[in-house]
Each structure stands twice: as structure tokens, then as C-alpha cells.
């Protein structure tokens, strides 16, 4: 696990409309370095409150804390079509075989994913319906989880504006543009307490390595730690991505990878051991339970991406021919049935 990579810190104190056009710059150009050297970055003093983070925290709590017959009032839908409402404890299977090796996919199919998800999508997308539980279930968790998901899409379109403007792209907010917010998911996550053991010997895991489809993901985690991103440098190995209150974790998704020619880079992360001292809790070496809140950002279903000018090699080659948002995520999720089998489900959108 030793490694002098580490994941960005990037400063957003400078990204704001009375910065000078030379901080803005400067912040672009940072982060898309962090976002070419290792897929994973930081955001720092970015405009989402911390309050706000409490709130949306203390309501993932609340959700998790509820009976496990009361969650199952709003059942994630049965297949991988729909991506929406409440996934019990072992009902969706992380797994991205890396591997050409077909032992190494067998492991993987056969380790208990440890966790517990609630997805919501925006109440206007149609190919998606949100699965809502009653509202006197969890009153105000609706209407909380709704303001919460467009102050997200709010500052997702920031964050995409400076990626914009760090790749010189004639016109920064280029990619913001194909982004309404619509297509977006919001997803809570419980990964319980379970024995440390299963964890060391691979018998279970919090999330397995994999990496996401979309432009890019912002993630918020609570203070148990335990992300871990691959070392761009040493395929692999991975480095931890250490609990910073308030931060934004900001990783780079497939689509994004794809439309800047591979120069934005989608980084594999998994959710594995906590690093911090307090991994464990008494004699049975439980671990601690930990929330995350990932918001995975996607472009419109009809967006064709397509090699960013700005990106094309010096020979103004593309490495990948056009495609839309709707045919590579169906293309991805067929493969990822193929290879993970019918039972199970793929790990967003
Ligand atoms: O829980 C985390 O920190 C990571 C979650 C994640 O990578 C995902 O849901 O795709
Ligand atoms: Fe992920």
C-alpha cells in the first residue's frame, strides 16, 4: 500500500464568479492534472455547505436505521434496467472482471458485497421512475433527498466548467452543456459493521474494484475511510483515499475518459479496510460501519461523445469512434452481464 502518489487537494476558493479570469484558469489547470495523473481529486472550498452535508448524512442514517421491512416498501426494481429505490444487504454485486483471467473473475463472483444502497434519480426522468417509500415512513426524506440532488446537479456543472476551461477548451462550459442534470443518480450507501476477518481474507468485501461510467462522480464519505483508488503509476497497487471533512471526492467516469481521448483518466476504486487506528471495535474486530453518498454525473441519453477536438493526438487521431450515452450504457451493461452473470446487478446507472 506505500505509495508517495497521493490524490489531489484542489482549492475551488478561486472558482467563483470574482475570481480573475487568470484563478480560474490556474484552478482548471489543476484539477485536470489531478484528473490526468490519477482519475481522483479533492475539492476543496467548494460551494455545497457543510450543513448541508450533516443534513443529507444524518438522513442517509435515518434511512438506514429503519426496519429492514419498512426499506422494503421502496424495492429497487427487479433486473439492471431501472437503478432506483432501496438494495438490501447483498442484492447488488459489484464485480468489473479486470481480468482476462477467467480464476480471478470466478474469486470475485463468489466474495458477499457488504452493503446496503438507496439510488434516486431526477423525478423527470422517465426511462428511470424514483421509488419513493411513503412519506409517512420517513416524512421530509423526499423532499430533503430532492433538493439535495439538484444542489449536486448545481455544482456538478461547476466542476465541469473548470475540467473545461483545464483542457483549453474553446468553449468551457462545452461539456456542462450536455449535462441537464436529468440523467444524473444520487445514491446513499451503508456498509454495516461486519467482522474484519472476512474482509482480510477476501471472503467478503465492501465494494470491489471497478470503475465508473459516467462524466465524473462526486463523493461525499463519512469519517471511517477505507476508498482506495489504483495507482496510475503501479497498476494494482492502490492508495487510500484518507476521510477530509467536507470534501468533495471527485473521480473521472468512462464517458469522460473517452470523450478527452483517455487523457482524463477513469480510475479502478474499491472500498476495502478502514485505514484509520480505530479500524476495529472490541474483541470480535468488527469494523466500523460506514456512509458514503456518491452523485454519479452523466450526460443526456442522446449526447454522442465524440474525441473533444481540443484532445485528438497529434496527428488529430481519436482513439474511439462516436457513440451516445444510451448505446454505451447498454453495451456496458450487457457485457457486464456476460460476465457477471444474470443474478446480479451492474454498480450504477
Ligand atoms: O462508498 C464509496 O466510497 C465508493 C462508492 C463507489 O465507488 C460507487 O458507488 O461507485
Ligand atoms: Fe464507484
Not at 478561486?14 to 490526468?36: A, F
Request: net charge negative; hydrophobic share 30%; aromatic share 8%.
Amino acid at each position: 500500500m506505500s505509495s508517495n502518489i497521493s490524490v489531489p487537494v484542489i482549492d475551488f476558493a478561486n472558482w467563483n464568479p470574482q475570481s480573475n479570469p487568470e484563478q480560474r484558469c490556474d484552478v482548471g489547470k489543476k484539477l485536470v492534472d489531478g484528473c490526468h495523473n490519477v482519475g481522483f481529486v479533492y475539492i476543496i472550498n467548494h460551494s455545497i455547505s457543510s450543513q448541508l452535508l450533516e443534513e443529507a448524512f444524518s438522513w442517509s442514517k435515518r434511512l438506514f436505521d429503519l426496519s429492514l421491512e419498512d426499506k422494503m416498501l421502496a424495492p429497487h426494481p427487479d433486473g439492471p434496467a431501472v437503478h432506483r429505490g432501496y438494495s438490501y444487504p447483498g442484492l447488488e454485486k459489484v464485480s468489473q472482471v479486470i481480468s482476462a483471467d477467467e480464476e480471478v473473475g470466478e474469486k470475485l463472483r463468489e466474495v458477499k458485497d457488504c452493503k446496503e444502497s438507496y439510488e434516486i434519480g431526477s423525478e423527470e426522468n422517465d426511462e428511470q421512475p424514483n421509488v419513493w417509500l411513503p412519506e409517512a415512513t420517513l416524512p421530509g426524506y423526499k423532499e430533503f433527498m430532492t433538493e439535495f440532488y439538484w444542489e449536486c446537479a448545481r455544482v456538478s456543472h461547476e466542476i465541469l466548467n473548470a475540467i473545461g476551461t483545464g483542457l483549453g477548451l474553446r468553449d468551457p462550459e462545452f461539456l456542462s452543456k450536455f449535462h441537464s442534470g436529468h440523467n444524473n443518480q444520487l445514491r446513499l450507501l451503508h456498509y454495516p459493521p461486519i467482522p474484519a476477518a472476512e474482509l482480510e481474507n477476501e471472503s467478503s468485501a465492501r465494494m470491489p474494484a471497478h470503475s465508473d461510467w459516467g462524466s465524473i462522480t462526486i463523493l461525499f464519505q463519512d469519517d471511517c475511510g477505507g476508498l482506495e483508488v489504483e495507482n496510475q503509476t503501479a497498476p494494482g497497487t492502490f492508495i487510500p483515499v484518507q476521510p477530509l471533512k467536507d470534501a468533495i471526492v471527485m473521480n473521472i467516469g468512462d464517458l469522460l475518459m473517452r470523450w478527452s481521448n483517455d487523457y482524463l483518466k477513469s480510475t479502478l476504486h474499491r472500498v476495502t479496510l478502514p485505514h484509520s487506528r480505530d479500524r476495529f471495535n472490541g474483541e470480535e474486530r468488527m469494523t466500523r460501519a460506514r456512509y458514503s453518498i456518491p452523485y454519479f454525473i452523466s450526460p443526456d441519453s442522446d449526447t454522442i461523445i465524440e474525441c473533444l477536438p481540443e484532445c485528438a493526438n497529434e496527428s488529430g487521431r481519436a482513439k474511439y469512434g462516436p457513440i451516445s450515452q444510451r448505446e454505451y450504457r447498454l453495451m456496458r451493461g450487457k457485457l457486464q452481464y456476460k460476465e457477471i452473470g444474470s443474478k446480479t446487478s451492474p454498480s450504477q446507472v
